[in-house]
């Protein structure tokens, strides 16, 4: 709230009069201080808005300090209003005079108006001054017990801030118990919200070092708690129903009727007007029935309606962030949004950063019935004026293409993206047309035909030349040129600046060479002579190690550069299930807009170096040319952002993930690698809550993203313990309501997410 | 934080400094730092969100509006807040004001929709939405207790509701029952997709070679309302690489914008001719045809009408002293309409 306080700042040369400017307000608050003459609340007034406006412009006034203080016994609200404000800005940096503002805080803390008392006590604790904590106490307590809900909200709120300046004070003056007997016995919901806010700040920080804390931290959870909080919810503001809903959806229930209780009376939530609100319920419903496969996927039914309302009101801001949830839900479950799909249009006018998450989510949901359709559409982005877009459209379709049984329409599209000769949609579609072939190579002849069309010298972008040259070394028998385009390529050798296509040109001669030897012959020679003086050492090492294979035996050669291959039937997924399991733990939080777990953008190591996403782009060069399959997104790597190399670098960091990439080409490395990382996380749990021994447990349970208990409850059993009949269905009906929703799914994805 | 409740929360702050201070720009808030802090005080606390209703708001915080000018300086009494702390936030509204009090009492509702359409390059209507909003306007005395019943609620797709509508009445009879806030409030959102046809039709058809490109454009009403479709705009993005363009119209206006934006602006559709634009775009040097082809967009409005065809069926209220006035308005706009080329 307060201005940033810049008082060391020497005041700037663009603001030279502020010194003088200062005296002067000084010399006129002066002679205010004492006047007692009508009409002085007005000139005061003029005065005060002037200070505050030099401070919120960066000019130091502290030096009027005691001037304010004298002049601030009023009446006037809006007068007491700034001088809080200027005493709560400049307190932290003169201790010594904060000490002066105490007197007349306190004798404010008793006044008759609550909003005075109010405002005080939240100025009084706004101070931030250590020394000063003691004088809090007293003002604190009774403003807990304040008949007025207002001092009461602002007090439960000082309470924290008492325990952010000194937490040994807090907790020796017994607020927390204070507050928790407030939050199960005010009537006013804001205090209650407040807290509940407090409280599970207090705690959480506290467990650590104190087992009741700890204790208590959980009792927020247990049954009682949560059942107080839902039954009132209707009385929060919408800000605090959505802390209660974190808490509820932190809840574990104990049978499954609890489940349907609560999701009952929380329904009408959905079509609240706040898309926070509604964000939250839908958390809760996902977690609730994170263990009930049918009814799991009825929420996803009930749910989809609410996010695709909330995604078309609002600013791009707001509907880029349901449209971050929307797209983790459609990754999870693709077919119950498939018929959805128009939804994912992009307009026009969208920002990009709208129109990327769209596309993947269009990849994502194209099934057999509206594949065509899709296409259609992306095809049209292609012309887009936007070309970033284009080219993610020209991906989508070729992603589409990649998880499709029937592809022969796509594949005629490709190709005819290949003869709308823009040189970036030429250059994608190339990049596509290698995948697609080496998943299926019986649309070799097809494609050959266009693509032995498109001249080399024309292509200009790296990937797109090396996934030529693939082509030209792989289908050589099939290519009448292919030799010779390679020989003209290798004679301009000293032109081409990317390693990655001088590498390819390597292994697509040397393949070229097995097939069809008398013609290749010459360019060979010239490869490996002008690989071995080359400067880039992947490029010399590999020309030798072909140079001393050829020696060695050429037959042998011909095994280890041009095996007989196995089409791909699976591309590997870029982000590790485990990842995104642990995403979908964090539904509601940036994890899920950064579209990654939370411990990689907080945790330092995690943060750190990125050099390590462009090694692994070698790596993977190396890995392709020796002829077994490279998971498609390798190829890629250079061009993904910043977030997915890290969670590349994650994925590679278990060993046996990476070693198993090479070896089988149609392996689907996803449990492996899952395994070995989820075995690094809670080694990394581990280390890290070492010294927490109390919460140790917790925080694995926690990183695994197991929805297990947090821990038992510490069993109070009061029977009439029962959610109010406020909701909307009996519970028969309700149950019953969700059972019959429709079902448009193979059980088979479900035991997979579950 | 859930990154959508820090959002809705900016949003909100960025709402009510603007109904507070007519505008939200630097200079606006640099004439009223005072407001703006004591506002943000009250809305916020340690972080977390407290009151953000604008009835509340008010209530503890005076607008700095001419009316209160002019009463503190004939008055004399310049503390521009009202002494007493409002009560209301204890009683079990709390979006509204404490015991309004109005001579003339009215309410206003006004169904406001926007027509989200995609037109492909074959003419196929690709997707049609409408996202509608219904605005209440309520100057009420005292505590009224409002019903709102709609003709044919079956067409909805997805509802959003204001806090103060009762859930109950709405899922078993799509009955809209409300103690309603004061002043302007959006009362519910809803949203009806899968729509078969849109008012007006556009046509472009753009045909190129030899360096330039020819365009026409087309416009006519495809689906009459029944009202008149005003303020109709076409308009488009230039690509790059276009030299020089020459539009011209037979109806309404042509003009070329500063951002290489080609602006028509057709106002009504005349009884006598079918409006349409034509005209030539000369390409770069060495460019043959061209090949990027531009989205048309497209505005319109419509009054009178919901194009949904969501209509309200009546409004009742209770617990008021006498006779309120009741206002209906309905009115279309286009949202997103593009048609591609």
Not at chain 2, 208 to 213: A, E, F, Q, V
């Amino acid at each position: 709230m307060a201005p940033p306080a810049q008082s060391q700042r020497s005041p700037s040369p663009s603001q030279p009069s502020g010194k003088g400017e200062v005296s002067d307000l000084k010399s006129q608050l002066r002679q205010l201080a004492g006047s007692r003459a009508p009409g002085i609340d007005d000139s005061k007034r003029e005065l005060f808005k002037k200070v505050i406006s030099y401070m919120t412009v960066g000019i130091d006034v502290s030096s009027l300090f005691g001037e304010m203080v004298m002049c601030s016994a009023t009446s006037d609200i809006v007068l007491k209003k700034m001088c809080y404000l200027y005493v709560g800005n400049y307190a932290k940096v003169n201790p010594d005079l904060a000490l002066l503002t105490i007197n007349f805080l306190q004798r404010d803390c008793k006044d008759e108006d609550p909003m005075i008392r109010g405002l005080a006590l939240r100025s009084l604790c706004s101070l931030r001054v250590a020394n000063l904590v003691e004088y809090l106490v007293g003002p604190l307590g009774s403003g807990l017990k304040d008949n007025n809900n207002y001092v009461r909200t602002v007090a439960v709120m000082g309470v924290l801030k008492l325990y952010h300046i000194s937490a040994s004070t807090c907790v020796d003056a017994d607020f927390p118990a204070m507050l928790k007997h407030s939050m199960l016995n005010d009537s006013d919901a804001q205090v209650v919200a407040n807290c509940l806010s407090a409280l599970q700040e207090i705690w959480s920080s506290e467990a650590s070092s104190s087992e009741e804390a700890s204790r208590e931290r959980e009792a927020l959870l247990s049954k009682p708690v949560v059942y107080y909080f839902l039954n009132r919810i209707k009385e929060f503001s919408e800000w605090a129903q959505c802390l209660v809903l974190e808490l509820v959806g932190k809840y574990v229930p104990s049978e499954t009727s609890e489940i349907f209780d609560i999701m009952n009376l929380l329904e009408d939530r959905l079509q609240h007007a706040n898309g926070a609100v509604v964000l939250a319920t839908i958390k809760v419903f996902l977690q609730l029935t994170l263990s009930m496969t049918d009814v799991h996927q009825q929420v996803y039914e009930r749910i989809k309606a609410p996010l695709l309302t909330l995604v078309s009101s609002g600013s791009p801001e707001q509907s880029y962030a349901v449209l971050s949830h929307l797209h983790l839900l459609v990754m999870r479950a693709p077919f119950i949004f498939s018929s959805d799909y128009k939804h994912f249009y992009c307009q026009y006018n969208e920002p990009s950063y709208v129109k990327k998450l769209k596309l993947e989510m269009l990849t994502a949901v194209a099934n057999e019935s509206n594949t065509y359709e899709i296409v259609t559409e992306l095809c049209e982005y292609a012309a887009n004026v936007d070309i970033p877009i284009a080219r993610e459209s020209i991906r989508a379709v070729g992603k589409i293409a990649l998880q499709q049984y029937d592809v022969n329409a796509i594949v005629d599209r490709l190709l005819q993206f290949l003869e709308m000769e823009k040189d970036y949609v030429t250059a994608e579609a190339l990049v596509l047309v290698k995948d697609l072939l080496r998943k299926y190579p019986q649309w070799s002849q097809d494609c050959i035909a266009v693509v032995g069309n498109i001249s080399s010298k024309n292509i200009q972008e790296p990937k797109a030349k090396a996934a030529l040259i693939w082509m030209l070394g792989e289908y050589s028998q099939d290519m009448h040129d292919a030799p010779y385009i390679l020989e003209s390529l290798i004679e301009n050798w000293e032109d081409e600046h990317s390693a990655e296509v001088r590498l390819h040109l390597l292994t697509a001669v040397m393949k070229c060479f097995f097939k069809r030897p008398p013609e290749t012959q010459k360019a060979l020679g010239a490869a490996l002579a002008a690989g071995l003086a080359d400067f880039h050492q992947d490029v010399h090492d590999r020309a030798l190690f072909y140079y001393r294979l050829l020696q060695y035996n050429v037959s042998v050669a011909q095994r280890v550069v041009d095996p007989p291959k196995q089409a791909v039937s699976v591309f590997a997924d870029t982000q590790s299930s485990e990842i995104k399991d642990r995403i979908f733990d964090e539904f509601n939080s940036l994890s899920v807009v950064y579209q990654k777990p939370s411990y990689m953008f907080t945790d330092k190591e995690h943060r750190g170096p990125f050099e390590f996403s462009d090694e692994l782009g070698h790596l993977s060069i190396g890995a392709e040319s020796t002829g077994t399959v490279v998971p498609a997104q390798r190829v890629e790597a250079n061009d993904k952002d910043l977030l997915l190399s890290v969670s590349e670098k994650e994925e590679s960091g278990g060993p046996s993930n990476n070693a198993s990439a090479y070896s089988a080409p149609s392996y689907d490395g996803s449990s492996v690698s899952a395994a070995a990382s989820s075995q690094m996380l809670s080694e990394l749990a581990i280390s890290s809550v070492t010294g927490h021994a109390s919460q140790s447990s917790l925080a694995i349970d926690d990183l695994l993203g197991l929805g297990l208990p947090v821990a038992p409850a510490p069993a109070p059993s009061p029977p009439l313990l029962k959610l109010n009949s406020k909701a909307v269905l009996d519970p028969g009906t309700f149950q019953q309501k969700w059972r019959q929703l429709p079902i448009s799914l193979s059980q088979v994805y479900f035991s997979t997410m579950t | 934080m859930p990154p959508l409740m820090a959002i809705e929360f900016l949003c909100r702050v960025a709402d009510v400094l603007s109904d507070y201070l007519g505008g939200l720009n630097e200079d606006v808030i640099k004439d009223n730092f005072i407001i703006v802090y004591e506002l943000l005080d009250e809305m916020i606390d340690n972080g977390f969100p407290l009151t953000t209703e604008p009835n509340i708001l008010r209530e503890m915080i005076a607008q700095p509006n001419i009316v209160s000018k002019v009463l503190s300086v004939v008055t004399g009494n310049s503390s521009n807040v009202s002494e007493t702390r409002p009560g209301a936030t204890a009683s079990c509204v709390p979006w509204r004001t404490t015991d309004p009090k109005y001579a003339n009492n009215e309410v206003y509702v006004d169904l406001v929709e926007e027509m989200d359409a995609t037109i492909n390059r074959d003419g196929v209507l690709v997707k049609c939405e409408i996202y509608g909003e219904v605005q209440v306007n309520s100057h009420l005395s005292g505590l009224p207790d409002l019903t709102l019943s709609f003709a044919n609620t079956s067409i909805l797709d997805d509802v959003r509701f204001h806090p103060c509508v009762r859930f109950r009445p709405w899922e078993s009879n799509q009955i809209l029952s409300f103690v309603p806030p004061d002043g302007q409030f959006k009362l519910m959102s809803y949203r009806v997709k899968k729509l078969k046809s849109t008012p007006i039709y556009v046509k472009p058809q753009l045909t190129s070679g030899g360096g330039t490109c020819r365009v026409d454009v087309l416009v006519g009403i495809r689906n009459d309302p029944g009202k008149t479709i005003d303020s109709i705009t076409v308009q488009f993005q230039l690509p790059h690489c276009i030299l020089s363009a020459d539009m011209t119209s037979n109806h309404g206006t042509v003009n070329i914008l500063a951002n290489k934006t080609c602006l028509w602006s057709i106002g009504r559709i005349p009884k006598d001719k079918a409006p349409s634009m034509s005209g030539t775009l000369v390409l770069e040097t060495g460019l043959e045809r061209l090949h990027v082809f531009p989205t048309f967009q497209v505005a319109f409005r419509v009054m009178g009408v919901a194009l949904s065809g969501l209509q309200i069926d009546k409004l009742d209220l209770k617990n008021l002293p006498n006779r309120p006035y009741k206002g209906f308005r309905a009115l279309t706009r286009a949202g997103e309409f593009e048609v591609r080329s």
